[in-house]
């Protein structure tokens, strides 16, 4: 993922730079095509004809986890495609606010202005892949309950470096 921190006199903002149109078009053709292939396990169940036996009850059981499965599987993929968002998060040192702004295909734009004070924690999260891969990113925990992930970082020090950046603007103490 391609990102920028960029410090500026009276702000700090972070920002995510790739271009998600090709992958987004990929999910949602990917997610309906998923929904509509679960048609064929419709006819099959509209075809049994009287439930008799085993061998029927069977095959319906199986058709009807498998409608379950693609519609879960499509409903995931649109998910993925429509409504994860690109994120920028400013840091405004001056009005003393985080402005978290997401954009995404479904939703357009959505823009939450957090004062400084809402900021429980901003710390450092290690990312343990299966192929032993760690990676690390910087996330922002405001009240109520809300966490914002930024980054993804190899290289633990750099990460560190951007926490403390962001804390040095928000004037957070651990």
């Known amino acids: 993922m391609a990102f920028s921190f960029t ?49 029927k009850i069977g095959g319906l ?10 519609w879960l599987f499509g409903g995931y993929c649109l998910r993925m495609g429509l409504l994860i968002p690109r994120q920028t998060v400013i840091f405004d040192k001056v009005h003393r606010q985080m402005v978290y702004i997401a954009r995404t295909p479904l939703l357009g734009v959505r823009e939450i202005k957090y004062e400084f004070d809402a900021i429980s924690k901003i710390e450092v999260v290690a990312n343990v892949s299966e192929d032993d891969d760690t990676s690390y990113s910087v996330v922002v925990a405001v009240l109520p309950a809300k966490s914002i992930v930024m980054g993804v970082f190899h290289d633990q020090a750099q990460a560190e470096n951007t926490l403390h950046q962001i804390r040095q603007a928000v004037g957070y103490v651990a």
């Not at 903002?13 to 271009?19: A, I």
């Not at 078009?25 to 064929?40: D, E, K, P, Q, R």
């Not at 059981?61 to 693609?70: G, M, W």
């Open 7 to 55: 410090n500026s006199e009276g702000q700090l903002r972070y920002e995510e730079h790739v271009s998600m149109g090709a992958l987004r078009t990929v999910f949602v053709v990917v997610g309906l095509a998923a929904i509509a292939c679960s048609y064929i396990f419709i006819e099959i169940i509209q075809s049994m004809g009287q439930i008799v036996g085993a061998a």
């Open 61 to 70: 059981a199986a058709s009807i986890l498998s409608i379950i499965a693609f």
